[in-house]
């Protein structure tokens, strides 16, 4: 059973960097694939990056370019760097993990806020 604890979220102006991350522990983490979404007050929740345990990474094109996922299977750590933020990216980031072929939502944290200043 993996645990997932998300950070890094915060307040910043728009145009600006954020850099979320995940702490990953219970089991081994390097087997899962992983997995970083956002949910905006009143809307579904939406994938925004996955990468799967041999460090392959998919990214949607509604973020592609300003959304990076990496992993650090030595610490335990997912994280998420964002570029040039914008007031629609506000929203609860949430890391997911997942062990089977299907895009990662097994576990989950509890988010982290992220909310972008115009």
């Known amino acids: 059973h993996e645990q997932l604890a998300e950070s890094g979220g915060g307040l910043v102006q728009a145009g600006g960097p954020l850099r979320p991350s995940c702490a990953a522990s219970?089991?081994?983490?390097?087997?899962?694939?992983m997995a970083w979404y956002c949910q905006a007050s009143g809307k579904e929740r939406e994938l925004v990056s996955t990468i799967s345990s041999g460090g392959r990474t998919y990214v949607p094109d509604s973020v592609k370019g300003r959304f990076t996922i990496s992993r650090d299977n030595a610490k335990n750590t997912l994280t998420l760097k964002v570029n040039s933020l914008k007031p629609e990216d506000t929203a609860m980031y949430y890391c997911?993990?997942?062990?089977?072929?299907?895009?990662?939502?097994?576990?989950w944290g509890q988010g982290t806020q992220v909310t972008v200043s115009s």
């Open positions: 219970g089991t081994i983490f390097s087997i899962y694939s």
């Open positions: 997911a993990a997942g062990s089977g072929p299907t895009i990662p939502s097994d576990y």
